[in-house]
């Protein structure tokens, strides 16, 4: 893997996973309005208005129109510049510091990398759930919360809730995050490094990213979903007047909640339309984000 230094990587990172969001994001609208169908009821008693990805998608254009998919984009791109950006260079730092070299520490720095990122990027992800979930009434799941655009939500919540509004829900945030990041980070490296020793594809070609990416987005979908249903929750839960959840009061009480009355299968509500968001995006941003350092590190050779 070509070296760069680490605020190279912080642009590179957040570039790449900006890119990917465009194409993504729609898919995150559906993930979205999936997780949050039937909170906190058992299954079989509540009309199910999304059913499956591609019947899903129809039901967001019937009811919000085409650009209805692109909902809550604004802050996504944000969400995505910020997270990524301290993430990739927060592992880039840790790699240089020899981190990587240790038993265990791709994990360890792509874990703690992501906390970071996620904690930054918190207030971002905050809005893009609230604005993706909502939709007419005859079509709404999860509470309404009537935004009207990125900047009219920041100052809403900054007005009604003050700065600590902002990172709300950030404890479920924050371990989503950490266990995606080191999932992906730590067999993306892996898994190229193993295609690259088999000498399937030429070592220089993006095909050998790609595969990695498509084997780290197995892992990223594998231990981030439930993480990614509970910060869905507890990011579009309403609150009360001195700003607590009136659903959740936090990580573990919502997954208890969830698992006692929607059942253990409800953590992963929404599988397959969730690897269709997750996995592309995993896969996009780290191909963007390999084939971008490659660039970066020739430019560097070549300037020297």
């Not at 030429?202 to 095909?207: G, I, K, Q, R, T």
Request: proline share 4%; charged share 15%; aromatic share 8%.
């Amino acid at each position: 893997m070509e070296t760069v230094p680490p605020a190279v990587d912080l642009v590179l990172g957040a570039s790449a996973c900006c890119l990917a969001c465009v194409f993504t994001n729609p898919l995150e609208v559906v993930k979205t309005r999936l997780q949050l169908q039937g909170e906190l009821q058992k299954r079989g008693t509540y009309p199910r208005l999304y059913r499956g990805f591609v019947a899903s998608v129809v039901a967001v254009v019937r009811a919000d129109g085409l650009c209805g998919l692109q909902k809550g984009l604004a802050a996504g791109l944000l969400y995505q510049g910020l997270m990524n950006g301290v993430r990739f260079y927060c592992y880039s730092l840790a790699c240089q510091a020899g981190l990587s070299q240790q038993p265990g520490g791709t994990v360890v720095a792509g874990a703690v990398a992501g906390a970071l990122g996620a904690f930054v990027g918190s207030p971002a992800y905050l809005v893009k759930t609230q604005l993706q979930a909502q939709t007419v009434a005859a079509m709404a799941v999860g509470h309404q919360h009537h935004h009207e655009s990125l900047l009219g939500a920041l100052e809403t919540i900054w007005r009604q809730q003050g700065l600590a509004g902002l990172w709300r829900g950030v404890g479920g945030a924050v371990p989503r995050v950490m266990v995606g990041s080191a999932a992906q980070l730590a067999t993306f490296a892996s898994a190229k490094a193993w295609v690259q020793e088999r000498q399937w594809l030429p070592e220089d070609s993006w095909l050998v990213a790609l595969a990695g990416g498509m084997i780290s987005s197995i892992a990223v979908v594998a231990v981030m979903t439930p993480f990614d249903v509970v910060s869905t929750r507890l990011y579009n839960q309403p609150v009360d007047g001195a700003g607590r959840g009136k659903l959740y009061g936090g990580l573990t009480d919502c997954l208890v909640k969830i698992w006692r009355q929607e059942g253990p299968l409800a953590l992963y509500k929404g599988l397959g339309p969730v690897y269709l968001r997750l996995g592309p995006h995993t896969i996009l941003s780290m191909l963007f984000w390999d084939e971008l350092r490659k660039l970066a590190g020739r430019g560097q050779h070549q300037g020297s």
